[in-house]
Structures are given as structure tokens and as C-alpha cells.
């Protein structure tokens, strides 16, 4: 059974930083698609970020730049450092896991991934 648990959103003010954590148990590909996403109250959810096994990443243009995904395979955690927080960045923030590729658009759409967490909330403050 696949599980993601994410962990480390917070508040924070505007110009901040927070790292987010994805704990990942039970998917055991050797190729992988991970993303972050991110809904606002009153907006659909969108793709933040992906990741694949070769390490290649894209990013949404909101995020590139600020944002950083990586992946730690020994400890089954996937990272999400955010810098430069703006309150437009208020949000619940969800990774995924399985994913086609990280190519295109196609890792934005949500459902594009399998397997989802359940949410870790990010307040930036102005």
C-alpha cells in the first residue's frame, strides 16, 4: 500500500522560506514521477513542481526560480524547499507519486499521478 505523508508547512511571512517533506512508504519503482501541487481555497489544484528518477525536474512558472524539488532515495523523502514565499503561495500543499514523465504539461494536471498525500497547509503573510 502506498503512502505519502507530507510535513513542515507552516506560517510564515512574506520573503520567508519553508521546506516541505513527502515520506514516502510502499512505492517501489525503480523509475518514478513525483510532483508537488497546491490548492488555494476557491482554485483548482496545480502542479507546483515534479521530479523524476533521473533526477530531471520541472517546474510550474510560478514556482521556478523560488522553489526547488529534490528527492533523498535513502530516506524515501521528497523535498520541496520554497523560497522568496509570497502570499500569493498560501495554499495546501499535496505530493504524488507516479506520474508518466516530467517532460511537457503534462505532470501539471493532477491526474497525471496515482497516488496522493493529504496535505500539508502554507500561510505567507504580507
Known amino acids: 500500500q502506498v503512502q505519502l505523508v507530507e510535513s513542515g508547512g507552516g506560517s510564515v511571512q512574506a520573503g520567508g522560506s519553508l521546506r516541505l517533506s513527502c515520506l514516502v512508504s510502499?512505492?517501489?519503482?525503480?523509475?518514478?514521477?513525483m510532483g508537488w501541487f497546491r490548492q488555494a481555497p476557491g482554485k483548482e489544484r496545480e502542479g507546483v513542481a515534479a521530479i523524476d528518477s533521473d533526477g530531471t525536474a520541472n517546474y510550474a512558472k510560478s514556482s521556478k526560480g523560488r522553489f526547488t524539488i529534490s528527492i533523498d532515495n535513502a530516506k524515501n523523502t521528497l523535498y520541496l524547499q520554497m523560497n522568496h514565499l509570497e502570499p500569493e503561495d498560501t495554499a495546501m500543499y499535496y505530493c504524488a507519486a507516479d506520474c508518466p514523465n516530467v517532460y511537457g504539461g503534462s505532470w501539471s494536471s493532477s491526474p497525471a499521478f496515482d497516488y496522493w498525500g493529504q496535505g500539508t497547509q502554507v500561510t505567507v503573510s504580507s
Open positions: 510502499g512505492y517501489n519503482h525503480r523509475r518514478y514521477c
